[in-house]
């Protein structure tokens, strides 16, 4: 297996002409075809996407994000779903997990709502209307496209007629992540997060000035992400959409490692599917036989933290395979 990573790149696919309030309409259609083939091949893309704006970048990261994380400790640890529900809030000095790694999430819905509760959780007392409307704003148009994507891969399957159902049940984390710089006596540069894949359907990843996002490809080669506009998110398919598909998408492993003397910032927005996932029966068949037993989603993030978050190991198929 290769250790070093290349100059080789992602899919780009252009979504400037998809209006993702109107399924069909615009460049709809052959968008959904390079998305298809991208997530069977890859399991990701690049995603050139001007419906998230560079100013609605800059009102995320610099009026929001970066305050986050100059908050004291003790206040980040309010963000905190519960013992059974460990990776929807915060996230520090996990063991097994970078110590220069920590984030914060907005869980379950990303509406209004939460996202105000999650500011006053932050800075009680405080006038959080421009930090509300910079982060669900981005968070809105992120899921947006998700929900564009997911609905394309079950069109292109031929299976559209579960994409309510799906989209109905589906938890989204919008997380909030800091890499910090290597210490500056290192050389090169340091994983922050380790090689994983992810649990959800769909994971979608906006980097902010620092690279640092790799992906590996079917045949053991590293990817450096680097985005390809300022309009750049990355769409990657998680475990269960490869679940979902019966194994007709791969969910690539990926890393994080930075190097140089700034700190990384990122927004990820994942989609839990809140109902069992079990491939439909039109996508069984002699030729693809069933790959994977059903289950659901908190089950298989139980037993992916029990065997370590960041381990390079198909969990999907220790856990349920067939």
């Not at 902010?208 to 300022?230: A, N």
């Not at 998680?238 to 791969?250: F, I, K, Q």
Request: aromatic content about 8%; overall charge negative; hydrophobic content about 40%.
């Amino acid at each position: 297996m290769a250790t070093e990573t290349r100059q080789l790149q992602l899919p780009l696919i252009d979504f400037s002409g998809v209006d993702t309030s109107a399924p069909g309409a615009g460049t709809w259609s052959a968008v959904r075809a390079q998305v298809v083939h991208a997530l069977a091949t890859f399991g990701c893309f690049d995603a050139h996407y001007p419906a998230l704006s560079p100013d609605h970048r800059a009102a995320l990261f610099d009026g929001a994000v970066k305050r986050l994380f100059a908050l004291p400790d003790d206040i980040k640890r309010r963000n905190d779903y519960g013992a059974d529900r460990p990776l929807f809030g915060y996230l520090g000095g996990i063991p097994g997990i970078s110590n220069a790694y920590e984030s914060l999430a907005i869980s379950d819905r990303i509406d209004p709502e939460n996202v105000r509760a999650f500011a006053d959780l932050m800075w009680p007392g405080a006038d959080n209307d421009g930090l509300c409307e910079a982060v669900h704003g981005a968070a809105r148009r992120i899921a947006d496209l998700e929900d564009a994507v997911q609905r394309m891969v079950m069109e292109g399957f031929g299976v559209a007629k579960y994409h309510g159902e799906m989209r109905e049940s589906m938890r989204h984390v919008f997380r909030m992540s800091q890499y910090r710089a290597p210490s500056m006596d290192a050389e090169g540069k340091e994983v922050r997060y380790g090689t994983h894949q992810d649990c959800s359907t769909l994971t979608v990843i906006c980097q902010h000035e620092v690279d640092g996002l790799e992906v590996q490809t079917g045949d053991g080669e590293w990817i450096h992400f680097r985005p390809s506009s300022t309009a750049s998110l990355v769409v990657m398919a998680g475990n269960e959409l490869r679940a979902w598909t019966n194994d007709r998408v791969r969910a690539p492993f990926h890393r994080v490692a930075v190097g140089g003397d700034v700190a990384r910032y990122s927004v990820i927005l994942f989609a839990l599917p809140g109902s069992k996932i079990q491939a439909p029966d039109e996508l069984v068949d002699d030729e693809h036989p069933p790959r994977f037993k059903p289950h659901c989603n908190d089950d298989l993030m139980r037993f992916c933290i029990s065997r370590g978050t960041t381990r390079h190991e198909d969990k999907l198929k220790e856990f349920c395979g067939v």
